[in-house]
């Protein structure tokens, strides 16, 4: 049985591909969303989900805590590239998968993927009752999520 990934190898796999020489850059609040987004559409198409840990529905998007506590001290600057050591191997179709995503969202800055997830059903109903800015740690159902984007039009 091969071994699952968690949340932080997915997320050294997106710090790792990063075109930090062209200038691009990931902040806290893009790898959020974008490990939200690659969790949301392996749901939907694996019908499993790429990692275990969850979502709660923050006031800024959809956040996983202890992402959040790994990176909290770069606030909103570019978080720098993983060492090599902590970039883990992956099989070539998850690793295709995963360039979908960020190709799909990559090329977004995290206010933007933000907003986008403010229009999504999971986070919404997730955060029912909640005012806006409210703190809320209601856990995202994967149900939820691979319903939604099930439906999305992302080709990814």
């Not at 005012?131 to 209601?138: F, I």
Request: glycine share 6%; aromatic share 16%.
């Amino acid at each position: 049985m091969k071994k699952r990934v968690d949340i932080f190898s997915i997320a050294n796999f997106f710090l790792s591909i990063v075109d930090r020489e062209s200038g691009s850059s990931i902040t806290p609040l893009k790898l959020q969303k974008i490990l939200y987004y690659a969790q949301g559409y392996y749901l939907a198409k694996e019908n499993r989900p790429l990692f275990k840990e969850d979502f709660e529905a923050w006031a800024h998007g959809p956040a996983n805590p202890g992402i959040y506590d790994k990176y909290k001290d770069y606030v909103s600057s570019a978080i720098d590239a993983p060492e090599d050591k902590d970039i883990p191997v992956l099989e070539d179709k998850l690793v295709d998968f995963l360039y979908s995503i960020w190709n799909t969202f990559g090329i977004y800055d995290g206010k933007y993927l933000e907003s986008l997830t403010h229009q999504e059903t999971p986070w919404i109903e997730a955060r029912r009752g909640y005012q806006p800015g409210e703190k809320c740690s209601v856990i995202i159902k994967k149900e939820s999520m691979k319903k939604f984007f099930q439906s999305e039009p992302y080709n990814v």
